[in-house]
């Protein structure tokens, strides 16, 4: 059964770097089944996509972070990461990984999420 | 301001039947299949309809969607109590990335 687990700071300053990890188990991180996504959410608001990665590097991100915002795959470690570079209070959120299905694109299995809060 | 349109809130009784509307475009909606997700207060989304009107296996039959051109629709008949909870459309759009609605609440009265 496949999960997903997010990691990462939950403080992170204005103007700096927002590094999180989600932990893949119960199946490959090189699977072809897959792409593997972020999504995030203010808190009290709606989703917002970040983007999502393909297993053998192929990215999609949301046009309005895309200058900010890079996912990786370790298939060392069975992982994909956020970077997201130049944080605000704006990119204050819960933040999940999820499964994205290769045919109709929807998110099939998500993590708990992880809050970051960006604050000095 | 998100690319979908969604009501902010819709209620019902128990029993009753509710429907969400959600309106795109051509790029997204109208070129591109639809998924639901519900947000339990607290929890991560869970899907409830992909591919505009298909259910995975777990979620009751009570769950139906539909598409009409740029417009989709997210059906729940026999409202329960434990229905409450926040409803998201989303899309593929022709820009390469995922879109949203805003999000409706859904109250049981």
């Known amino acids: 059964q496949l999960q997903l687990q997010e990691s990462g700071p939950g403080l992170v300053k204005p103007s700096e770097t927002l590094s999180l990890t989600c932990t893949v188990s119960g199946d490959s991180v090189s699977t072809t089944k897959y792409y593997w996504g972020w999504i995030r959410q203010p808190p009290g608001k709606g989703l917002e996509w970040i983007g999502s990665i393909y297993y053998r590097g192929d990215t999609h991100y949301s046009p309005s972070l895309k200058s900010r915002v890079t996912i990786s795959v370790d298939t060392s470690k069975n992982q994909f990461s956020l970077k997201v570079t130049s944080v605000t209070a704006a990119d204050t959120a819960i933040y999940y990984c999820?499964?994205?299905?290769?045919?109709?694109?929807?998110?099939?299995?998500w993590g708990k999420g992880t809050s970051v809060t960006v604050s000095s | 301001q998100s690319v979908l349109t969604q009501p902010p809130s819709v209620s019902g009784t128990p029993g009753q039947r509710v429907t969400i509307s959600c309106s795109g475009s051509s790029s997204n909606i109208g070129s591109n299949t639809v998924n639901w997700y519900q947000q339990l207060p607290g929890a991560a989304p869970k899907v409830l309809i992909y591919?505009?009107?298909q259910r995975p296996s777990g979620v009751p039959d009570r769950f139906s969607g539909s598409k009409s051109g740029t417009s989709a629709s997210l059906a729940i008949s026999g409202l329960q109590s434990e229905d409450e909870a926040d409803f998201y459309c989303a899309s593929w759009d022709d820009s390469l990335n995922v879109v949203f609605g805003g999000g409706t609440k859904l109250t049981v009265l």
């Open positions: 999820a499964e994205v299905g290769i045919y109709f694109y929807y998110m099939d299995v």
């Open positions: 591919n505009n009107n």
